[in-house]
């Protein structure tokens, strides 16, 4: 027990060591030229070392915050107006996808070609089996660049067993609990497992969780670049890595949104019922279809 509470705040003093000597000397991982700095920046970004840097940094600016609710509020109206962003801009991928089905579905079968050609001079083409895989990559990216919009404008799928019917403070401290204990843990440990799984498929020799980082090191020696270009057929989509890639962004984004709801769910409940979605940037479908808006 003495050694598990020991080992957590040194790690938490330890953290502002590493941070300090990471950004003084940035090449130890951000010069790629160098393959053992690849193996660095690969092995530390999945790190009980990198946990523990977030950890000082979310809890040195939730104490700031504490102390200036104008500042929490600007965190919480940024943080938001982020996954607004993205989600915003990310939600014409399901028209294009829509209008690129459309065209796959002309040139099959009205147009009888295997092909489709876009561009001048030197022109993409591809065998429509790829633009028909590709489709599956606007779904992905509207998942990953949506998940935070579709949290903050209050549609995603709710199970709701007490909390309606429970009070205005209770309703509070839930939503931080789960922000706290759900969202932020569930993000961190699909990090853990994308982002090796990621690396997987880029790089060769594979790196793995469990190696040791004078392992990784040693295996830069056989460094290569082999980003992963199979698709599932012969002439089917072949950028497959993107969606490894994907998977590490959507961690990030569950991420900065709990840390949005715990931060609003604090200032609401310490400002009373009045504060209830102050600053929340919600769109909305006009006049008369409020009924429709933020279901479950």
């Excluded at 109206?77 to 002309?106: D, K, P, T, Y």
Aim: hydrophobic share 55%; proline share 3%.
């Amino acid at each position: 027990m003495l050694d598990g509470i020991w080992w957590f705040f040194s790690n938490i003093a330890m953290a502002f060591y590493n941070f300090g000597y990471a950004v003084t000397h940035p090449g130890l991982w951000l010069d790629w030229s160098d393959k053992t700095a690849i193996m660095r920046f690969v092995y530390y970004g999945a790190s009980i070392e990198l946990f523990f840097v977030i950890f000082d940094v979310l809890l040195i600016l939730t104490v700031i915050c504490m102390l200036r609710p104008k500042l929490m509020w600007a965190v919480v109206r940024g943080l938001e107006g982020f996954a607004n962003g993205l989600g915003r801009f990310f939600a014409w991928a399901g028209l294009i996808m829509v209008l690129q089905q459309i065209i796959i579905v002309f040139m099959q079968r009205i147009f009888a070609r295997p092909d489709i050609v876009i561009g001048f001079g030197v022109p993409l083409q591809f065998d429509i089996s790829w633009y028909a895989e590709e489709l599956k990559l606007y779904n992905a990216m509207i998942i990953v660049f949506c998940v935070a919009y579709t949290f903050v404008q209050g549609g995603h799928v709710r199970v709701d067993l007490i909390y309606a019917g429970v009070k205005f403070r209770t309703k509070k401290i839930l939503d931080m609990f789960g922000a706290i204990f759900f969202m932020m843990p569930f993000a961190v440990l699909t990090w853990l497992y994308g982002w090796f799984f990621m690396w997987r498929h880029l790089i060769v020799p594979n790196p793995s969780a469990s190696d040791s980082l004078d392992r990784l090191v040693n295996k830069a020696r056989a460094l290569r670049w082999n980003v992963e270009t199979t698709g599932f057929s012969p002439s089917g989509f072949n950028g497959y890595f993107l969606f490894k890639v994907l998977l590490c962004l959507f961690c990030a984004m569950v991420f900065l949104q709990a840390i949005a709801v715990a931060y609003r769910s604090w200032r609401e409940l310490r400002e009373g019922p009045e504060s209830e979605g102050r600053y929340l940037d919600r769109d909305s479908l006009g006049e008369g279809e409020e009924a429709y808006e933020g279901t479950h």
